[in-house]
Each structure stands twice: as C-alpha cells, then as structure tokens.
C-alpha cells in the first residue's frame, strides 16, 4: 500500500544550497554554526549540531553573508526567523539535527 501524497505547502521554491551560516539562538542568547541545506525566499533548512536546544517556536536570526548569483534569495544581513521544524531523524547519518526556518520578511 502506497501512503497518500501529502499537500505542498511551500509557497516558494527550494534551491539547494550547502553553505556555513551562524545563528542567534534567542531563547538561549547564544551564537552557534550550522550548515545550510536548502535555502527558498521565505526560509531555509539548516543542520545544526545536536547540542544546540532547538525547538519548535524557537526565535533565530540567520546569517550567511552575501552569496553571489543568490542576492534575491539570500540576504547578506542575518535574517529574523522562527523555527518551524525540528527533524532528528537523520541525525546518526549526518551528525547534525535539521531544522526548518521560517523567516518574518518573507
């Protein structure tokens, strides 16, 4: 049995984009490095190392400075965001947690 397709919910498309970022953490007030996975207009995915206390809700400010080719996708000042995806499933093959951001000026 095939599960059912489930809706598209992004309203922008996804460009895959490796690329080392720092983020704020603010409910930690604490400033970490993390590796972008994808990145679209109105978010990105992150990994971020399993120590970080990620969750759900959890404001951020992401910075990866300019990208070249990226400018209207990418912003070279760090961007406010609001964590909206915490995945650890993929933590053992990639040493790293991924995590959804969704950003305010989207």
């Known amino acids: 049995m095939t599960a ?4 598209e919910r992004r309203r922008h498309d996804r460009y895959p984009l490796s690329t080392s970022l ?8 604490r400033d970490y490095p993390g590796r972008s996975r ?7 995915c992150m990994l971020v190392p399993p ?9 951020v ?12 996708t990418c912003r070279a000042e760090p961007v406010a965001g609001t ?3 915490v995945d650890r499933s993929d933590l ?3 040493g790293a947690v991924a995590v959804a951001v969704r950003f305010d000026a989207a």
């Open 22 to 29: 720092s983020f704020h953490h603010g409910p930690s007030r």
């Open 92 to 94: 053992a093959r990639e």
């Open 4 to 7: 059912a397709p489930t809706a």
């Open 38 to 44: 994808n990145v679209s207009r109105s978010g990105l």
């Open 83 to 85: 964590i909206v995806r």
């Open 61 to 72: 400010r992401v910075g990866m400075g300019p990208l070249p080719g990226l400018q209207r």
């Open 51 to 59: 120590t970080v206390p990620v969750q759900l809700g959890h404001r």
